[in-house]
């Protein structure tokens, strides 16, 4: 009894130590390892309980999503927790800086916010932004393919977020996953999420969360490593980031500077306006390149990153090419790879050409862009671009984060699309050592802004 009481006296003061260790860095016990006190459940009806020094909750059939969240709100943040799924068929999620609506979902509640994913299944994006019951993905894990496979299910992962300013970064086991700059949100409540399901063999599996503690003073950001693709909603911005990693705009929302009109000596004096921040090719009823003309960087590529958000009008037909070199001097629009912007469900195009390969986020006239409609934008809203050449002649398509299209220039693959395309007869087309930017007037009014590269 006597040794017992030593130990349990021990124990006390080692915690008692460890805990003013940890106030003195800063850090705050959302969780106090025996109660749910501080939190509440909103929108579903999953069940949540304390465990073994763990928060664990539990699917529900037909409950929907459900949060067990914060009662104080917070604003920047560093949030340090370690999460467990015991199944891949389960889900779940980090809520952050997030809000309920008591009227959502026909009366029920719902939660809305920027989540941290937790994704066990095969294509395995946990450590991606999702926002919650709102834009949807802001960042896919296909654009960090480098984070997948740092989530283990079956055991604990230690997750590290932080919210400071409009930034917000995610680790899984000291994996850097995912970089989003957003202006949306400046202070939330934090969440647990159990998601919801409809399958029985769903139902009853368990995520578990401990060791949750969050810092608001003091805080420091922790730097990301260069190759990281940073999301940025912010308009023809770059963040410091950005800049040090070597991005530049080519539109930064005020001036045509970088640009040029294609087979001329300066921007074209009509077709185009800028306003508001925003590059708009103007309508001409269809006609292509016979208003402004289409627009080329002045600057030539060969390997980069180029990313930029386009917005259409229905039934609206554009493009943005990559390796222009304006030799051809051909009629119409310049010849180069194409980034095919399109609206699919009104303009012909979509049904001409082979297999689809004219359709929005394709290599027009070659490749069809493999793409789910959940991750489209409708007409009227900002869709996100993407084209990445590597110095060893690989070429991505990105839709809205997710990769649509691979293939390398010059390949025997690549060379057979060509000859049997309406570029036959154009030697060695997309083969250029470097080119320019352009972007297309196809006579449909289509707007552009955040449009920026790197060269890799």
Same mark, same amino acid.
């Given at each position: 009894?006597?040794y017992q009481?030593?130990?349990a006296?021990?124990?006390?003061i080692?915690c008692?130590?460890?805990?003013?260790?940890q106030?003195?860095?800063?850090?705050?016990?959302?969780?106090?390892?025996?109660? &749910?006190?501080g939190?509440?459940?909103?929108?579903?009806?999953?069940?949540?309980?304390?465990?073994?020094?763990?928060?664990v909750g539990?699917?529900?059939?037909?409950?929907?999503?459900?949060?067990?969240?914060?009662e104080? !709100?917070?604003?920047?943040?560093i949030l340090?927790?370690?999460?467990k799924i015991?199944s891949?068929?389960?889900?779940?999620?980090?809520?952050t800086?997030?809000?309920?609506?008591?009227a959502?979902?026909?009366?029920?509640?719902?939660?809305?916010?920027r989540?941290?994913?937790?994704?066990?299944s095969?294509?395995d994006?946990?450590?991606?932004?999702?926002d919650?019951?709102r834009?949807?993905?802001?960042?896919?894990?296909?654009?960090n393919?480098g984070?997948?496979?740092?989530?283990?299910?079956?055991?604990?992962?230690h997750?590290?977020?932080?919210?400071?300013?409009?930034?917000?970064?995610?680790?899984?086991?000291?994996i850097p996953?995912?970089?989003?700059?957003?202006?949306i949100d400046?202070?939330?409540?934090?969440?647990?999420?159990?998601?919801?399901i409809?399958?029985?063999?769903?139902?009853?599996?368990n995520?578990?969360?401990?060791n949750?503690?969050?810092k608001?003073?003091?805080l420091?950001?922790?730097?990301? *490593?260069?190759g990281?693709y940073?999301?940025?909603?912010? *308009?023809?911005?770059?963040s410091?980031?950005?800049?040090?990693?070597?991005w530049? &705009? &080519?539109?930064?929302?005020?001036?045509?500077?970088?640009?040029?009109?294609a087979?001329?000596?300066?921007f074209?004096d009509?077709?185009?306006?800028v306003?508001?921040?925003?590059?708009?090719?103007?309508?001409?009823?269809?006609?292509?390149?016979?208003?402004?003309?289409?627009?080329?960087?002045? !600057?030539?590529f060969s390997?980069?990153d180029?990313?930029? !958000?386009?917005?259409?009008? *229905?039934?609206?037909?554009s493009?943005?090419?990559y390796?222009?070199t304006?030799?051809e001097?051909?009629?119409g629009?310049a010849?180069?790879? %194409?980034?095919q912007?399109l609206?699919?469900?009104?303009?012909?195009d979509?049904?001409?050409?082979?297999?689809?390969?004219?359709?929005?986020?394709?290599l027009y006239? &070659?490749?069809k862009?493999e793409?789910?409609?959940?991750f489209?934008?409708?007409i009227?809203?900002?869709?996100?671009?993407?084209v990445v050449?590597?110095p060893d002649?690989?070429?991505?398509?990105?839709?809205n984060?997710?990769k649509?299209?691979?293939?390398?220039?010059?390949s025997d693959?690549?060379?057979?699309l060509?000859?049997?395309?309406?570029?036959k007869?154009?030697?060695?087309?997309?083969?250029? %050592?470097?080119?320019h930017?352009?972007?297309?007037?196809h006579?449909?009014?289509?707007s552009?802004?955040?449009?920026?590269?790197?060269?890799?």
């Amino acid at each position: 009894m006597k040794y017992q009481s030593l130990l349990a006296g021990a124990a006390f003061i080692f915690c008692s130590l460890s805990g003013q260790a940890q106030s003195q860095q800063g850090w705050t016990d959302l969780f106090d390892g025996k109660t &749910l006190n501080g939190w509440k459940r909103l929108a579903g009806t999953a069940q949540y309980k304390v465990e073994d020094g763990a928060i664990v909750g539990t699917t529900v059939m037909h409950s929907g999503n459900t949060f067990l969240t914060t009662e104080k !709100e917070y604003g920047d943040f560093i949030l340090e927790l370690d999460a467990k799924i015991e199944s891949s068929v389960s889900n779940s999620g980090v809520q952050t800086r997030s809000h309920f609506d008591p009227a959502g979902n026909g009366g029920k509640g719902k939660v809305y916010g920027r989540q941290m994913e937790v994704d066990p299944s095969e294509r395995d994006w946990t450590g991606g932004v999702y926002d919650e019951a709102r834009r949807d993905w802001l960042y896919p894990l296909s654009l960090n393919p480098g984070a997948r496979g740092a989530f283990k299910v079956g055991v604990y992962n230690h997750i590290r977020i932080e919210c400071i300013g409009n930034e917000m970064k995610t680790w899984i086991n000291n994996i850097p996953a995912a970089y989003v700059v957003d202006t949306i949100d400046q202070k939330g409540f934090i969440g647990l999420q159990v998601h919801g399901i409809d399958k029985e063999a769903q139902a009853g599996k368990n995520v578990y969360f401990k060791n949750i503690r969050i810092k608001t003073k003091g805080l420091k950001a922790t730097a990301f *490593p260069a190759g990281v693709y940073v999301v940025n909603t912010v *308009p023809n911005s770059l963040s410091p980031y950005e800049k040090t990693t070597g991005w530049s &705009l &080519l539109f930064d929302g005020k001036t045509t500077a970088a640009w040029t009109g294609a087979y001329k000596e300066k921007f074209p004096d009509k077709g185009w306006k800028v306003d508001k921040g925003v590059l708009t090719v103007l309508s001409s009823e269809g006609k292509e390149s016979a208003n402004g003309g289409d627009i080329v960087t002045k !600057e030539q590529f060969s390997a980069f990153d180029l990313s930029f !958000e386009f917005k259409l009008s *229905p039934g609206a037909n554009s493009g943005v090419k990559y390796f222009v070199t304006l030799s051809e001097k051909n009629t119409g629009s310049a010849i180069g790879l %194409e980034y095919q912007i399109l609206d699919d469900a009104l303009h012909p195009d979509a049904k001409l050409g082979r297999d689809g390969n004219r359709t929005l986020a394709s290599l027009y006239d &070659l490749i069809k862009a493999e793409k789910q409609a959940r991750f489209l934008r409708p007409i009227g809203q900002w869709n996100r671009g993407r084209v990445v050449v590597y110095p060893d002649n690989r070429v991505e398509h990105y839709l809205n984060g997710i990769k649509v299209i691979e293939y390398t220039r010059g390949s025997d693959d690549f060379r057979r699309l060509v000859s049997i395309s309406k570029y036959k007869d154009w030697k060695n087309f997309g083969e250029a %050592e470097k080119g320019h930017i352009l972007l297309q007037d196809h006579g449909n009014e289509v707007s552009f802004r955040s449009i920026k590269i790197k060269k890799l």
